[in-house]
């Protein structure tokens, strides 16, 4: 059956469905991505959030077809887009899809973009490649698009190196590049990490913008549960290449099912609304997220770490439960009323 | 009142930097303008601000491991830059780092043992014996067991590496603690486990942090008192609550407001403020307020311009260095 949720009136633009995938390293095999079944429709925000290694970008590179070559390969799944199963595509629909209503933006600008080139000139390229635009047609919607991300001097600027603009500027080129063919779903991947909170709020703001001008879907990938909060509608927990939690972004909030949602919420000193003279200790979700080799194993890979731990979390694998709009996989999910 | 641990006077950073023709003058990055705080015994003093900021600068100035331009630091009174060679080593020691990367601070050849041993090894004459229980005491009270003594750091994970770091910058008994983004570069949860065990050090030993971070919610949850820095200049020095209720700079306002929250009041209550443009180039610093390119409220009329503004008193632990606080 299918696991994911009933789709609302529309059809999904993005339907992932069972997916697993398997990475090979020097430990042998393990599937980076179990068994992952989620949804996105035109114009809304879903937020990817988890620790460190727990399968996000995977995530990502199997829906841009970027997956590394030779060490991954999609065991079983699906990856339906405007209801073409990507998975099964050729090499040159893929290409064709990604720039064309497919985009990523990156963590670190600098990686992703061509040292060599001016800006402008890697805007055209892209241009060029999916709408057959000529190079001076090219710098012309180079600057326009500069503009409309809000880099200062666009005129001039369309003509610096990537070297020679601030890590906002940088990251403000990739989003007008992720914008030059006016994707329908753009991946974000922490693109705002390595900046300041003024600059993240600037790039957000604009992604924002963007999103109710063209009803673009925004996969947004995060570590921050704050970000999660400001901007989506629905978010996705995922821990160890697993899918643990799902729901409305306010619920999940304000009522984290997964004891390991409660641990990512409560362990962050959070800026609250009215600040308290009183401090007390942070939560404390001890140890760290297992290695590759362990994925996969039918147990909750959380276990080593949840203050609820029972035999049964050590033996069996938990099934996502789905209720109305949520979903967790845990013997012993905590949101009150909303799993029992 | 009693003399601070910590005294910073007008300190100055400037760092040569080539660019342009060559026969023009040098050209000079104004890292650290002026600055001057103090630190109380036991007390979590905050630097915030954005990159590139100077908070770096500053606390390797204050530890005199880069020279500054001009200014006084006096670590319990004493003129810490007037010192001799041997008792600057001394008093050196009694300044510890704690680094952002716990992976490129800790020598890969050595055990962590030794790593954690070596500021006593530099700094006294200890017999194996006192060395080798200071180690266990220490290993003990930052959470590391005794059978990992003789690991290597690449045979632990990111933050038990950064309790490496801790237990090598607490274990000589420092005066003050330079924690220098100790957490930025660790997962969630062991950013938690890291600030509850630095927070629980500081009451057991009595420790004086000066605190560096960009995260404006670890930065409320460790500090006492906060200076916000802007482009080398301290614009804002404030204790936490009155830093935190009710920021008086336009630039604390805007970086406070752009903090994403999981609080829906404060989402409520606090309107974002997204500042336009970037940052002035360092290079060439502007006579005015270093923020006025970007202050939603700068004037000409009053002064804004023209001179960077003096702190003013907000209140009795509470100063900003804005023309508008006065209006
Ligand atoms: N090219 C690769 N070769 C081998 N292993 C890889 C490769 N890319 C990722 N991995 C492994 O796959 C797992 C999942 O990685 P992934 O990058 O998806 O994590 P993530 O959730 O994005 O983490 P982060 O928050 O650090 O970006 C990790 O254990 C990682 O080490
Ligand atoms: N060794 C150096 N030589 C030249 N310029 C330097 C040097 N170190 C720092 N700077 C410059 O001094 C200014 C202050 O840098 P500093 O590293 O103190 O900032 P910071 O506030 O610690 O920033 P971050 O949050 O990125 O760590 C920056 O403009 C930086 O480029
Ligand atoms: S002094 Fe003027 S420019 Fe500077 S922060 Fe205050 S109002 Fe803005
Ligand atoms: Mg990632
Ligand atoms: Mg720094």
Not at chain 1, 118 to 136: C, N, P
Not at chain 2, 10 to 32: I, S, T
Not at chain 2, 162 to 190: F, H, M
Request: hydrophobic fraction near 40%; aromatic fraction near 6%; include cysteine.
């Amino acid at each position: 059956m299918n696991d994911s949720f009933r789709s609302q009136n529309k059809p999904a633009l993005l339907k992932v469905q069972n997916l697993t995938i398997e990475l090979t390293t020097r430990l042998g095999t393990a599937p980076v991505i179990d068994d992952v079944s989620f949804e996105l429709h035109e114009g809304e925000t879903l937020c990817f959030v988890g620790e460190s290694g727990c399968g996000k970008s995977m995530t990502a590179l199997a829906l841009m077809g970027l997956l590394p070559e030779k060490v991954s390969r999609i065991a079983s799944g699906s990856i339906e887009f405007n209801g073409v199963d990507v998975t099964q595509a050729s090499a040159d629909f893929l290409n064709q899809l990604r720039g064309n209503e497919l985009s990523m933006i990156f963590q670190e600008p600098m990686t992703s973009l061509n040292p060599v080139f001016t800006v402008g000139e890697q805007i055209a390229e892209v241009l060029r490649h999916h709408q057959g635009v000529d190079k001076s047609t090219g710098v012309k919607l180079a600057t326009q698009l500069l503009d409309q991300v809000k880099i200062p001097e666009a005129h001039r600027r369309v003509h610096s190196f990537p070297h020679e603009l601030s890590g906002g500027q940088r990251q403000r080129v990739m989003i007008a590049m992720a914008l030059a063919c006016q994707p329908k779903l753009l991946i974000a991947d922490e693109p705002t990490t390595a900046l300041d909170v003024t600059v993240q709020a600037q790039i957000f703001d604009l992604l924002d913008e963007l999103q109710k001008e063209h009803n673009t879907a925004i996969m947004l990938i995060t570590h921050d549960m704050g970000v999660v909060a400001e901007m989506a509608e629905r978010m996705v927990v995922m821990y160890a290449g697993r899918k643990i939690e799902e729901g409305p972004v306010d619920e999940v909030l304000q009522q984290p099912a997964h004891p390991y949602t409660r641990g990512l919420i409560a362990c962050v000193p959070h800026l609250q609304a009215f600040m308290h003279e009183e401090r007390v200790p942070l939560l404390e979700v001890p140890g760290v997220v297992p290695s590759l080799n362990q994925f996969g194993g039918n147990q909750c890979l959380f276990a080593d770490r949840c203050d609820q731990v029972n035999e049964r979390c050590l033996n069996n694998r938990p099934e996502n439960k789905y209720t109305n709009q949520r979903s967790v996989a845990c013997w012993y999910p905590t949101a009150e009323g909303v799993f029992l | 009142m009693n003399t601070p641990l910590l005294s910073v006077e007008n300190l100055k950073v400037r760092f040569p930097v080539k660019r342009g023709l060559p026969w023009k003058a040098a050209q000079y990055v104004h890292a650290v303008d002026d600055v001057s705080f103090d630190i109380q015994r036991g007390e979590t003093l905050g630097l915030v601000g954005e990159s590139g900021s100077g908070k770096t600068t500053t606390a390797l100035a204050v530890a005199k491991l880069i020279n500054s331009w001009e200014g006084v630091v006096k670590l319990n009174g004493t003129d810490f830059f007037s010192l001799d060679k041997e008792s600057l080593r001394l008093e050196r020691a009694n300044i510890q780092f704690i680094f952002q990367d716990p992976y490129s601070s800790l020598n890969p050849r050595l055990t962590a043992e030794r790593i954690v041993s070596e500021p006593l090894r530099q700094l006294k004459n200890l017999s194996k014996k006192e060395l080798a229980e200071s180690v266990d005491d220490i290993f003990d009270a930052v959470g590391l067991r005794p059978e990992q003594k003789k690991l290597f750091p690449h045979q632990f994970s990111g933050g038990q590496r950064q309790r490496i770091g801790i237990a090598r910058a607490i274990i000589s008994k420092p005066q003050l603690v330079i924690c220098d983004e100790p957490v930025s570069a660790l997962d969630v949860a062991v950013q938690a486990q890291i600030l509850n065990l630095l927070r629980d050090l500081q009451k057991r030993f009595n420790l004086t942090y000066l605190f560096i971070s960009h995260d404006l919610g670890v930065v409320q949850h460790m500090c006492d008192r906060i200076a916000v820095m802007y482009m080398g200049k301290i614009v804002e020095f404030s204790n936490r609550m009155e830093l935190f209720n009710s920021p008086q700079h336009p630039y604390t306002q805007a970086l406070l407001s752009a903090v994403p929250s999981v609080d829906r009041k404060r989402r409520e209550r606090v309107q974002r403020i997204v500042l336009s443009g970037d940052p002035p180039d360092p290079l060439n610093p502007v006579p005015g307020c270093h923020f006025a390119a970007r202050c939603p409220s700068v004037d000409e009329s009053i002064g804004c311009l023209k001179k960077f503004p003096p702190l003013d008193t907000v209140s009795e632990s509470h100063q900003v260095a804005c023309y508008r606080f006065k209006r």
